[in-house]
């Protein structure tokens, strides 16, 4: 498994361009795999995840279901969280409400 709890990607795309940008490998199949979503605390947030999630299980084998909320939504995720789903989690989904 990549090491990704110390990346932090830039969505707006003002970054260095001499970053490396390579995709993380993606999983065979999501049959028996670890899901952790990412809530940024926002109303309808998890509501959303929380859908994602039931449908992954039973369309995708997806086996467990882990709900991650965010401290605050205007700041980044802290690095111990990102840390906890990397060890935690097989892939993760974020997502944002209103």
């Not at 670890?34 to 947030?45: I, R, S, Y």
């Not at 929380?50 to 991650?68: A, F, P």
Request: aromatic letters at 6%; glycine letters at 12%.
């Amino acid at each position: 498994m990549t090491d990704w709890a110390g990346t932090i990607l830039d969505p707006t795309g003002d970054t260095d361009q001499g970053a490396d940008t390579t995709l993380a490998a993606r999983l065979g199949s999501l049959r028996g795999a670890t899901l952790g979503l990412l809530d940024n605390g926002k109303p309808n947030g998890s509501v959303l995840l929380t859908e994602i999630g039931d449908h992954l299980r039973e369309r995708y084998g997806v086996r467990e279901v882990t709900m991650y909320t965010k401290s605050y939504f205007g700041t980044p995720v802290d690095q111990t969280l990102t840390e906890r789903i990397v060890q935690e989690c097989d892939f993760a989904i974020a997502a944002i409400g209103d």
